[in-house]
């Protein structure tokens, strides 16, 4: 492939990092509907230095960011030395930040934010109580808790590995829980212990985590790790009032993409960015996405395309 392959767009990116999340493990491995149109590149995002532009608001020599916008699935992704896209899909790299620290973010990063800001927007407070973060030990559920901890939340994370425990406390959880004491069905109402939450996975456990919410609790979903189903019944939401809001990363408004990332590279600092993260080359790609298929990536996976 070379640049006359590439799809149309304003801006010309050199590509130097991109991320191994779940949606390109999808992808990469076959074991989900995500590549909508053949061939594909895929890399659901990517950070670069722009090389050509015709954008007004972008010039050669910018670094910029890219996450979302149908990357790896509907338009050629970050999985390349080079990237052709339109330039009112990038956002600039924040200052402050390194490439390579922006992709130890990445789209995981940017959705936790996202949910974050969100249950801040709907009323949650650091003393509002107990906040669950499912999936804990995955991309987003790794950043979410680093965020929600840093602004002061008493933070449990569930996860399957509860060999993670000390991970996830580096992070600021105050405690670690294991998954399957919530992925059985349970009460339509439960004993109410969360303020409010950030899911992941879907399914039993966030049924199971609705009906454990107090009153007036808020619940952002953003992810389905575990399943598209939710098997749930209206009693927590008129019954205590609980609010489940969902959390969606792809096509996010350019003002709210801007406001994130300002928040990220503030709150989120460069031994915390080293802690969640692991470097693969490109050629490393393929056995890594079946890797995180298999549960066995911990926190954010960098890309490094020239490796």
């Not at 670690?176 to 109402?189: H, Q, T, W």
């Not at 609790?217 to 809001?245: E, H, K, Q, Y």
């Not at 959390?247 to 460069?270: F, G, I």
């Amino acid at each position: 492939m070379d640049e006359a392959d590439l799809p149309e767009g304003d801006v010309l990116v050199d590509v130097k990092y991109s991320t191994l999340n779940y949606k390109d493990g999808l992808a990469i491995t076959g074991m989900g509907p995500v590549v909508r149109s053949f061939p594909m590149v895929p890399g659901v995002d990517f950070a670069g230095v722009v090389a050509e532009s015709h954008h007004e608001d972008f010039k050669a020599g910018d670094e910029v960011i890219l996450t979302g916008w149908g990357l790896g699935e509907e338009r050629w992704g970050g999985y390349a030395e080079r990237a052709r896209v339109q330039g009112d899909w990038l956002v600039p790299l924040p200052q402050g930040m390194t490439l390579s620290q922006s992709m130890t973010i990445g789209t995981a990063g940017f959705t936790a934010m996202l949910c974050v800001m969100r249950l801040e927007q709907l009323g949650l407070r650091p003393d509002s109580g107990p906040v669950l973060v499912t999936g804990a030990s995955g991309g987003v559920g790794s950043v979410a808790v680093k965020l929600l901890a840093g602004r002061g939340y008493q933070v449990s994370a569930m996860t399957g590995r509860v060999e993670e425990e000390a991970y996830l406390k580096a992070l600021g959880a105050s405690e670690v829980i294991n998954r399957a004491d919530y992925n059985e069905p349970g009460k339509p109402l439960q004993k109410g212990i969360w303020a409010g939450a950030v899911d992941t996975v879907g399914g039993q456990i966030l049924a199971n985590l609705l009906a454990s919410t107090r009153q007036d609790g808020i619940v952002t979903a953003c992810g389905l790790a575990a399943s598209m189903d939710l098997p749930t019944t209206v009693a927590p939401f008129i019954l205590r009032n609980v609010t489940l809001a969902g959390v969606e990363s792809v096509y996010a408004a350019r003002k709210l993409r801007l406001e994130a990332w300002k928040h990220l590279a503030r709150e989120l600092d460069a031994e915390a960015l080293e802690r969640i993260s692991q470097t693969v080359g490109l050629s490393e790609v393929i056995p890594a996405a079946h890797d995180i298929m298999a549960g066995k990536v911990r926190g954010r996976m960098i890309v490094d395309i020239a490796r």
